[in-house]
């Protein structure tokens, strides 16, 4: 996260705002170019860095993604930054799984909005009708929003992955893959291959960046495997005699997030050829910040970041023209 988080007031306001212009809109197509437009607010507000290289993608693309980030920012604030009990945090999280279910069912943007299904669940639904994304995955990133709220560790890497990462991570890497789309049919699970591998990649980074933040709400997503090889048996972050440990552990946490990145390039050449260079985009400066994560000199309690400067650098030079036209738009 890149900024001061919203409260749950400001998410109401915003969202109430963004409805009532849309529901002034005269078409639905008028009122989707409403919604996309507060859901880049929201991209835009929360991740710098994946706003920049969104930038790179063609306009339909870009708004679709925007609108894949606001659906599931805002079910991750619930869990992350709302100050609500854990029966509270379920309960909306399974009233969000509901609205989401009613959307499917509406015919329109404009007739979900009208049915009172929020906005940004209201846009994101179009989006999986549009790019043909299985109505199942986003089950699934909700199931891991629900593991949050009553964390537990987790033992292997391969139980991380596959029991939080899948729905947290690798089924949004597939979202956007069908947004993406192939390079040619063939090639459309080699694709899918590349977003898993990048998505396990992107929450590796996270994990090893907010070891300190996450033993804060009660969670740990280092495995208890890579722990016990460092010699840590109890964790605990502010333990001054476990921060050799758990710099190693940082290290070998950064050091998969490594493969995976290379995994995820490797079948760059898999996608739609308008979408590589924000995916080569994506890839390179989160590298970055993994790259800075592994070898910081400042302990696990400083949260590592890339300066604009040097997301910058690793940017494709000949579209740097976007980011200026990018930051001067509203």
Avoid at 29 to 37: H, K
Avoid at 53 to 76: C, G, I, N
Avoid at 146 to 162: C, N, S
Avoid at 309 to 318: D, E, H, I, N, T
Wanted: charged residues 25%; hydrophobic residues 40%; neutral net charge.
């Amino acid at each position: 996260m890149d900024s001061t988080p919203w409260s749950a007031e400001h998410w109401r306001k915003f969202e109430r705002r963004c409805i009532d212009d849309a529901q002034r809109t005269e078409s639905d197509e008028d009122a989707w170019y409403i919604l996309s437009r507060y859901a880049r607010i929201v991209l835009r507000t929360y991740s710098t860095s994946f706003f920049i290289v969104t930038r790179f993608l063609p306009s339909v693309k870009r708004a679709q993604v925007e609108a894949v980030y606001a659906a599931v920012r805002q079910p991750d604030e619930i869990v992350d930054t709302f100050p609500l009990p854990p029966a509270e945090q379920e309960q909306q999280l399974g009233v969000w799984r509901q609205y989401y279910e009613a959307s499917l069912a509406q015919p329109s943007t404009r007739a979900a909005l009208t049915a009172g299904i929020p906005p940004f669940v209201a846009a994101f639904t179009r989006v999986v009708r549009d790019a043909a994304i299985p109505e199942e995955h986003y089950h699934a990133f909700l199931d891991a929003m629900l593991r949050d709220v009553r964390p537990r560790p987790f033992e292997t890497m391969g139980a991380l992955i596959d029991d939080y990462i899948y729905g947290s991570a690798i089924v949004v890497g597939y979202f956007l893959t069908y947004i993406y789309g192939a390079s040619s049919p063939a090639g459309f699970d080699r694709a899918l291959a590349s977003a898993r591998s990048l998505g396990i990649a992107l929450q590796l980074t996270n994990f090893a960046r907010d070891v300190g933040e996450d033993q804060k709400r009660g969670r740990l997503y280092v495995p208890l495997e890579v722990l016990r090889s460092v010699g840590i048996t109890k964790p605990d972050v502010n333990e001054p005699s476990q921060q050799l440990g758990w710099m190693r552990a940082v290290q070998i946490m950064t050091e998969a997030a490594e493969e995976h990145y290379t995994d995820a390039d490797a079948g760059l050449d898999a996608f739609h050829p308008d979408s590589r260079m924000a995916i080569h985009a994506c890839v390179n400066v989160y590298r970055e910040l993994n790259n800075r994560i592994g070898r910081s000199p400042h302990g696990i309690l400083h949260r590592e970041s890339v300066p604009f400067w040097a997301k910058f650098r690793v940017l494709p030079r000949s579209k740097y023209w976007r980011l200026p036209l990018a930051y001067l738009s509203s």
